[in-house]
C-alpha cells in the first residue's frame, strides 16, 4: 500500500478505509479506483447515479446516494474515525449533512489535491496544467506513454477512449500523468518533475478574483517543479523556476511560416489535411519526425499533440513509438466526439464551457465542414463563470449560425439574481436565431432547426453540467 502518513493525522498503519466525497467525479473516482486497487477498504458518496458511479460499483466501490449520516452508519459501520481516511471535493458543499457529520465525529478530511500531490511525491510526476487541453494533452501523454518502452501509470480528468477508464496503472513504471486542475488553486498541492501549461486565460474568477492572480497561481505553479517546464509558446506566463530547472516552449506553425531567431523548441509544421485527415512533421530540438498521422483529426489537437509528445520525447520515448502512439491515439470521451457523421447531418459532443474553448471548438467545427450550417447548444457551466465573462460568451455564440442554450448548470453555486442563460443572447445579426430552451424540449427544438435548414447541418453540444447526459438520446433521435 502507499505510504499516507505524511499527508494524514492518522498512522499510515491504521489506515484501513478510505471513503470519499463525491466520488462520481472524474477526479475522484480515479482516486478511488487507485486506492481499492492497492487494497484499501473504498467506498463514496455522490449526489446522483450515473455510468460512472456504477462502473465503480461494478469494481466492487460501495456507493451511496444519501446524504443522510445516518445511512453512513448503518452501511459503514466499519468506516470509524480510527482508521477511516476522508477524500472531499470542493463539488460537495461545506453544508452537506453528511460532510457535517464526518467533521463533527473528527474524521481526517483531505481535499483530493493534498492526497493526489502525496502521489506526485511517490513517482516520477509528469503533470499537465493549462485552462484549456489538459485532459486531451495529458490522456495523448499518457497513451504515448502507456505504449512505449517506459510505460506510465495515470490519473486522467476524462475517460480515455482508448483505455475506457480514467486510471491507468503499470506497476513496473514509476513514472505518472496528472492532470494539474487549478481550481481552488489545487495544483499547488503538487510536485512535477516536468508539467506543460497549455494556456493561461483567465478563469475561476469567483476564486481568483483578478486575471492577473489567476496567472500569478501559475507562476507560483511553476516554482514547484522538479526536472522541466514546458509552455506554449507566447502565452502571458513568467516561469519562476528553481535553479537547474529547464524551460521548453512549444508551438504550431501555420502556412510555413516561421522565425527562425524565436521558433518554439518543439513545433509542428507542413501540416496537410487529406481525406479527413491530418498530417504533419513534428520539430525537436535535435530531430524532425516527418509526416506523421493525427489519431483524431481535428486541428486543436495538433497543438495538443505537440505538447505530449515533447514531454514524451523529453522522458526517452522514440521515434518510431511516438509515430505509432499519435496515429494510434482515439481521444476522450467527451472532447470533440464526433456521433454522426452524414452529408446532410454531423453530431458533435464537446466538454468546452469556457468562451475560448467554444471558439476553439467552432473554429475546428468551421475547417473540417466549411459549407455547413452550424447551430450550437451551450450549457452555462456556473452562475460566477456565466456572469464574470457573459459578454465573451455572448461573442464567441455570436460566431454561430443559430444558437440554443440550455439553464445554467449550479454545480456547487446557489443562484445570483438577474444571472441566467438569456443574459447571453444578444443581437446576432439577420437570420440568426437565439433561445432557451428546457432540456426536456431540446430534442424537439433541434429537429425543428434540422427541418427548416436549407443546407446540410452540423449540431454541436458543449458544456461540463450534465449535458452529456442528453447525448445518447439526442444521437438516437437524430440518426432516426
Known amino acids: 500500500m502507499p505510504d499516507l502518513y505524511f499527508i494524514t493525522m492518522i498512522k499510515q498503519s491504521d489506515i484501513q478505509n478510505i471513503f470519499f466525497l463525491g466520488v462520481g467525479g472524474i477526479g475522484m473516482s480515479a482516486l478511488a479506483r487507485y486506492f481499492h486497487h492497492c487494497g484499501y477498504a473504498v467506498a463514496g458518496y455522490d449526489r446522483t447515479p450515473s455510468d460512472l458511479t456504477h462502473e465503480l460499483e461494478q469494481e466492487g466501490i460501495c456507493v451511496t446516494f444519501e446524504d443522510d449520516p445516518s445511512s453512513f452508519i448503518?452501511?459503514?459501520?466499519?468506516?470509524?474515525?480510527?482508521?477511516?481516511?476522508v477524500v472531499r471535493t470542493p463539488a460537495v458543499p461545506e453544508d452537506s449533512a453528511l460532510y457535517t457529520y464526518l467533521r463533527e465525529q473528527n474524521y481526517d478530511i483531505r481535499k483530493r489535491a493534498e492526497v493526489l500531490g502525496l502521489v506526485t511525491r511517490q513517482m516520477k510526476?509528469?503533470?499537465v496544467a493549462g485552462t484549456h487541453g489538459k485532459t486531451?494533452?495529458?490522456t495523448m501523454l499518457a497513451h504515448l506513454l502507456y505504449q512505449s518502452e517506459i510505460g506510465t501509470n495515470a490519473f486522467l480528468g476524462g475517460i480515455s477512449v482508448n483505455y475506457g477508464t480514467n486510471l491507468l496503472l503499470q506497476k513496473d513504471s514509476n513514472v505518472v500523468v496528472i492532470e494539474a486542475d487549478e481550481y481552488d488553486r489545487s495544483f499547488h498541492h503538487l510536485t512535477p518533475y516536468m508539467s506543460i501549461v497549455t494556456a493561461v486565460d483567465p478563469d475561476h474568477l469567483d476564486i481568483y478574483g483578478t486575471p492577473e492572480a489567476y496567472r500569478e497561481a501559475f507562476a507560483h505553479y511553476t516554482s514547484?517543479?522538479?526536472g522541466a517546464l514546458v509552455m506554449k509558446h507566447g502565452i502571458d506566463l513568467q516561469p519562476r523556476l528553481k535553479k537547474g530547472v529547464q524551460c521548453y516552449t512549444y508551438g504550431v506553425e501555420a502556412n510555413g511560416e516561421r522565425v527562425?531567431?524565436?521558433?518554439?523548441?518543439?513545433?509542428?509544421d507542413n501540416i496537410q489535411v487529406t481525406k479527413g485527415q491530418i498530417y504533419f512533421d513534428f520539430h525537436t530540438p535535435t530531430e524532425v519526425l516527418k509526416e506523421l498521422k493525427l489519431g483524431v483529426p481535428v486541428w486543436v489537437n495538433i497543438?495538443?499533440?505537440?505538447a505530449a509528445m515533447s514531454v514524451a520525447w523529453l522522458n526517452g520515448v522514440k521515434a518510431d513509438e511516438l509515430r505509432r502512439g499519435i496515429a494510434s491515439f482515439k481521444g476522450v470521451h467527451r472532447r470533440f466526439n464526433i456521433h454522426i457523421n452524414t452529408p446532410k447531418l454531423a453530431y458533435i459532443d464537446d466538454y468546452a464551457h469556457h468562451p475560448q474553448e467554444i471558439a476553439t471548438a467552432i473554429d475546428s467545427i468551421r475547417k473540417l465542414y466549411p459549407e455547413r450550417r452550424l447551430i450550437g447548444v451551450f450549457q452555462p457551466h456556473l452562475y460566477t463563470r456565466t456572469r464574470d465573462f457573459a459578454p465573451e460568451f455572448a461573442q464567441v455564440l455570436g460566431t454561430l449560425d443559430e444558437c440554443v442554450l440550455l439553464p445554467i448548470y449550479p454545480a456547487r453555486e446557489l443562484p445570483i439574481p438577474g444571472v441566467t442563460s438569456q443574459m447571453l443572447i444578444t443581437a446576432n445579426g439577420e437570420g440568426k436565431e437565439a433561445k432557451v430552451v428546457e432540456k426536456q424540449d431540446l430534442i424537439d427544438e433541434l429537429k425543428r432547426r434540422i427541418a427548416n435548414s436549407p443546407?446540410?447541418?452540423?449540431?454541436?453540444?458543449?458544456?461540463?453540467g450534465d449535458i452529456d447526459r442528453l447525448v445518447p438520446q439526442i444521437t438516437k433521435a437524430l440518426k432516426k
Not at 448503518?74 to 480510527?82: G, K, Y
Not at 531567431?261 to 509542428?268: G, H, K, L
Not at 497543438?303 to 505537440?306: D, K, M, R, S
Not at 443546407?455 to 461540463?464: D, H, Q, R, S, Y
Request: charged share 5%; proline share 7%.
Open 125 to 127: 510526476a509528469l503533470c
Open 74 to 85: 448503518l452501511h459503514f459501520s466499519s468506516f470509524n474515525p480510527q482508521h477511516t481516511l
Open 136 to 138: 486531451t494533452t495529458s
Open 224 to 226: 514547484l517543479i522538479t
Open 303 to 306: 497543438e495538443n499533440a505537440v
Open 455 to 464: 443546407t446540410p447541418v452540423v449540431i454541436l453540444t458543449v458544456g461540463a
Open 260 to 268: 527562425e531567431a524565436n521558433a518554439p523548441d518543439f513545433y509542428a
